[in-house]
């Protein structure tokens, strides 16, 4: 992955860097995809997320998360774009001509086969129980529950490794640097994700953004009236804030307080990820 830099001709060229990704020019598979049309944010018509929009139009592609088709070996036809998700994506064709789409690691490329099952080769794009994975190995989309899809480590350049075994369940050190147990019948695939260097990447101008469905952002400040507007409104330019510590609209915590609550899966970390 490179890092596209531009000649200052205008103000947003100059600070602008986009990222050259390593795809196929061809077109994705219509089968493969769904229409994203629909109020984004919106929840029964109602503002359910402050500033989101849907931005530029375009079609949501279909990922193979649970990669259930054991031991049926598939090729890569082509590795695409998905203007979706950060990572590249790949397009399988399995020996019995159905195809799917699964999130491309880094070294998958045009004509590899790949595999899916228990007591495989550990190679780059094949999905494995964590059991059978060795120690070290960088792995992605990881199953929290066994045949339920993969909800873990699915972002540009994101991996974890595989640090111990014990009975029925591994140890896996997260990007956070959270230690997890996770039961060892649980799938993941081998390698980490492409583009890497998608967090090097400057919009370089606001209307990038828009097109990516960010929204403009009002400042709490701004707003006049506490009451009704937001905690931080009413006369702020010698006061700032007014308050001790920032506050969300609804009058919470906004800086230093942890939100955490499903205290009922804290048996799975090992090592949490502010411990030293």
């Known amino acids: 992955m490179t890092i596209r830099t531009y000649k200052p001709t205008t103000s947003t060229l100059r600070s602008r860097k986009s990222l050259v990704r390593e795809v196929d020019n061809v077109k994705p598979e219509k089968r493969l995809m ?3 049309v629909g109020p984004s944010a919106r929840s029964r018509g109602r503002v359910s997320m402050r500033h989101q929009d849907s931005g530029a139009r375009k079609m949501y592609r279909i990922i193979d998360y649970k990669r259930d088709k ?5 090729t890569v036809e082509s590795i695409q774009y998905d203007p979706n998700r950060g990572p590249n994506i790949a397009l399988l064709v399995y020996a019995d001509g159905e195809k799917r789409y699964i999130l491309a690691p880094e070294g998958l490329k045009k004509g590899i086969k790949v595999l899916s099952g228990g007591n495989i080769e550990a190679t780059v ?5 964590l059991k059978d994975i ?3 190995m960088q792995i992605h989309n990881i199953e929290l529950n066994p045949k339920a899809g993969a909800v873990l480590v699915r972002g540009a350049g994101a991996y974890a490794v595989l640090m111990a075994k014990e009975v029925g369940f591994v140890n896996l050190k997260m990007p956070s640097g959270e230690v997890k147990k996770v039961s060892g019948e649980c799938y993941a695939t081998i390698g980490a994700l492409s ?10 101008k606001a209307g990038r953004n828009r097109h990516l469905g960010v929204r403009p952002a009002v400042r709490g400040v701004a707003m006049g009236n506490p009451s009704k507007g937001h905690p931080h409104g009413g006369s702020y330019k010698t006061t700032g804030i007014g308050m001790v510590m920032p506050k969300t609209p609804w009058g919470k915590p906004a800086r230093g307080v942890r939100t955490r609550k499903r205290k009922s899966t804290d048996y799975s970390i090992v090592k949490g990820r502010h411990s030293k």
Do not use: E, H, M
């Open 195 to 204: 583009n890497p260097d998608l967090r090097n990447v400057r919009l370089g």
């Open 70 to 74: 054991l031991n049926i070996p598939a």
């Open 134 to 136: 060795p120690l070290g």
């Open 34 to 36: 769904l229409s994203n």
């Open 125 to 129: 794009g094949n999905a494995i129980p």
